[in-house]
Nanobody, 116 residues
Framework: EVQLVESGGGLVQPGGSLRLTCTASGFTFSTRDMRWVRQAPGKGLEWVLS????????WYLDSVKGRFTISRDNAKNTVYLQMNSLKTEDTAMYYC?????????RGQGTQVTVSS
């Protein structure tokens, strides 16, 4: 069974930092591209960052460039999202996702709230 479990969210003040973690199981993690997406209240899903299985390609949403970093540890089946200089508009539920065959899998999400 494919499982993606996110953690690390919370309440943080503007300008603060958080590190999200997604631990995967049920598939060969090292061969899959991984993504972080988010959903703000009342809005649709928004792709944020991706990292490919070979570590050599990373894609960023323009609004998070220079603030967010994605990384992975294939030995731990884990992908990370380091978020710095957080803004109120970063408030959202954050999910990690991957695609296996023609199906996208997503975890239960972790809430990030940026507020003073």
């Amino acid at each position: 069974e494919v499982q993606l479990v996110e953690s690390g969210g919370g309440l943080v003040q503007p300008g603060g930092s958080l590190r999200l973690t997604c631990t995967a199981s049920g598939f060969t993690f090292s061969t899959r591209d991984m993504r972080w997406v988010r959903q703000a209240p009342g809005k649709g899903l928004e792709w944020v960052l991706s990292i490919n299985s070979g570590f050599d390609s990373i894609w960023y949403l323009d609004s998070v460039k220079g603030r967010f970093t994605i990384s992975r540890d294939n030995a731990k089946n884990t992908v990370y999202l380091q978020m710095n200089s957080l803004k109120t508009e970063d408030t959202a539920m954050y999910y990690c996702t991957t695609t296996l065959g023609n199906r996208e899998y997503r975890g239960q999400g972790t809430q990030v709230t940026v507020s003073s």
